[in-house]
């Protein structure tokens, strides 16, 4: 088909992603970049660049105008754009009132032309998926916790504020970053609608010292009778996975709306998520239905407007917050969030702010476990982005006495997460994230970048089995992996208490055709030649030192095709022990700490059917003499270390 002509309005924030998957599309031949719209123009992109939307829009001919912007000017902009004749992509919220909201309605009816909004979950299987699982869905709690830095309210001048000269603005917690969290909600309740919400009960409430709220429970009772229950916070201190506490008649799940996954009596299942331009690119060329049409977002906006006309939030006392250098935390608000998804109650019922702390009621989380201690975190993400290759990783990983020995999105590799399956180059797609090597040019940022797809994750004996699917940019499997991973405690005759993980994964390719592994060193860059399972250790680790049972030193062992290999510091000691397939050692240590066997050192490798490999790594508190590591390593094979 003829590429779809786009222009991309606010390029300085999220836009950035927005420019990404247009040239995704671009690549599929499906849409190109016409021109951007911007307060303050970016060079280098090779199309003209205005900061008068309309104008643009005449200039280019474009068809579509993803508008990405601050929210108080979504309504004019909206507008403008569709009486100029383009189609809109909008960001989400659509809106900061019920009024503005009819602005663009209005402009909808009267042009004839599609607006989209933003609500990427919208787009995700699992919605359609959980009403099928669950049948008729009683009520939904929400349960969501991030952190924020200062510097996220002070990123724009409209951060953090209810309203700017004079216009609405609703940048809080419920309206933007857990936005999706509440349009999933409306979504699966079949709320789409204003009419559909029957009462609201708001709790807005602040630790920063900003307009907004930070931390909030709102109570939706709908026409139907459905409750939807939920509490949110940016106040956490650390980053999990929000989702919905489906409550169905005899039944209940979790839909975790970041990542696309249900869970449901301790079984994970993975589904496909649409893109929206995407969508929307084939409404324009074939006249496919919208999956996420403005009038989807009415019931949203029903909630924003009752936040815009509520009382300020309330400050939170200060006995309560704990000051961080770069951020203020609400210790224990994740647990208070979980318990009021599964009650369905407000943070007040609750006892907020003083039952802070005193609450148990752990976020679900997907770990190994030792014994009674958890060493590591198996995750999926849900905040990464397109050229971070997103995969399920390990982190953090622990020692039995505690000291973590993962890494994840580190400033020198942000695309390094922890300890997992990443590659290069498979079939031409990039699937360990950030730029790729291209021969006689060197690295460049492609819009490249796969992702590993969860299908399902089942419990184990000491772990987990999982089957993923590696989908390319245009959503094509080029390969389904099946992997296992599983923790078990190692007592050796003598030494440090150890533990080992059990490592597995096995590649088929799904594209009729052998697949082809390729790393940087294939494509010129000596010594680049990682790519398969890899282990990003953290970078401020002191005493660092790397040896085999043959050679010590990262020159020495770099390279090197041995059974096993050993990382180790003055606070831990990593064995690392092929134990099916024997690869290569890709080994960093003086630029970062990491290790991983390469898959396709310095020449690719054709995988007519399937690649099996793994691996086991021991982990130690402390440092590993030479000699202890060999034994550990050996007793691997030979079942000398018991087990238990």
Wanted: proline residues 7%.
């Amino acid at each position: 088909m003829t590429p779809v002509r786009v222009v991309v309005a606010g390029v300085h924030g999220y836009g950035r992603h927005h420019l990404d998957n247009v040239a995704r599309l671009a690549a599929a031949g499906r849409a190109r970049l016409a021109g951007v719209c911007d307060l303050r123009p970016p060079s280098g992109l090779g199309v003209p660049v205005s900061a008068d939307l309309p104008a643009l829009i005449r200039e280019t001919g474009a068809e579509i105008a993803v508008i990405a912007t601050p929210i108080h000017t979504h309504a004019p902009l909206a507008v403008a754009a569709l009486e100029a004749g383009a189609h809109v992509l909008l960001e989400k919220p659509p809106a900061p009132s019920v009024e503005e909201f009819s602005r663009i309605s209005e402009a909808v009816a009267r042009t004839g032309l599609a607006c989209q909004v933003g609500f990427q979950s919208l787009g995700s299987d699992a919605i359609p998926a959980a009403r099928e699982l669950i049948g008729p869905v009683r009520a939904i709690g929400v349960a969501g916790a991030w952190s924020r830095p200062f510097g996220y309210y002070t990123r724009a001048a409209w951060a953090g504020r209810r309203r700017l000269d004079g216009a609405d603005v609703m940048d809080g917690a419920l309206t933007n970053p857990f936005a999706h969290a509440v349009a999933t909600a409306l979504a699966v309740a079949g709320a789409d609608t204003a009419a559909a919400i029957a009462g609201v009960e708001l709790e807005l409430y602040r630790a920063n010292a900003i307009e907004s709220d930070d931390t909030s429970s709102v109570r939706l009772r709908l026409a139907d009778g459905t409750v939807i229950a939920i509490t949110v916070s940016l106040c956490s201190d650390r980053r999990t996975e929000p989702y919905l506490h489906l409550h169905g008649r005899d039944r209940s799940a979790r839909l975790f709306y970041t990542v696309d996954e249900i869970e449901m009596g301790g079984a994970v299942t993975g589904f496909g998520r649409a893109d929206l331009l995407g969508n929307l690119v084939a409404h324009v060329r074939d006249g496919a239905g919208l999956l996420v049409p403005l009038a989807r977002t009415g019931g949203f906006t029903r909630l924003l407007d009752a936040i815009r006309l509520a009382p300020d939030p309330r400050p939170i006392d200060g006995r309560f917050v704990r000051a961080e250098p770069s951020r203020l935390v609400l210790p224990g608000i994740e647990d208070l969030a979980v318990r009021a998804a599964v009650e369905l109650k407000t943070l007040s019922e609750l006892g907020f702010p003083g039952s802070l702390g005193s609450v148990r009621a752990p976020w679900p989380r997907t770990a190994l476990r030792v014994g009674d201690r958890e060493v590591a975190d198996y995750v999926q993400r849900g905040d990464l982005q397109a050229a971070d290759a997103p995969r399920p990783h390990l982190h953090p990983v622990r020692t039995l006495g505690g000291t973590v020995v993962t890494e994840s999105r580190p400033d020198d590799h942000v695309h390094h997460l922890g300890a997992g399956v990443a590659i290069s180059d498979v079939d031409g797609v990039n699937f360990w994230g950030g730029s790729t090597y291209v021969r006689g040019e060197g690295p460049r940022m492609l819009a490249d970048h796969g992702r590993q797809r969860r299908r399902s994750l089942r419990p184990v004996d000491g772990g987990y089995a999982e089957d993923l699917d590696w989908t390319g940019p245009d959503g094509t499997v080029l390969a389904t992996e099946e992997r296992t991973l599983t923790a078990r405690a190692l007592t050796p005759p003598t030494g440090p208490e150890a533990w080992g993980l059990d490592f597995a994964f096995a590649l088929t390719g799904r594209t009729g055709r052998p697949l082809v592994l390729r790393s940087s060193a294939c494509k010129g860059r000596t010594g680049a030649g990682y790519g398969g399972f890899f282990w990003r250790a953290p970078k401020d680790s002191t005493g660092l030192d790397v040896f085999t049972g043959e050679a010590s030193g990262e020159g020495a062992v770099h390279g090197s095709v041995t059974p096993w290999l050993a990382l180790t510091s003055d606070a831990w000691s990593l064995v690392f022990v092929q134990t099916a397939g024997l690869d290569p050692w890709f080994v960093r240590v003086a630029e970062y700490p990491g290790v991983g066997p390469a898959l396709a050192w310095d020449e690719p490798r054709t995988v007519p059917e399937r690649l099996e490999r793994a691996i086991t790594v021991i982990v130690a508190d402390g440092r590993l003499a030479p000699g202890r590591a060999r034994s550990l390593a050996a007793a691997q094979a030979t079942g000398r270390v018991s087990r238990r």
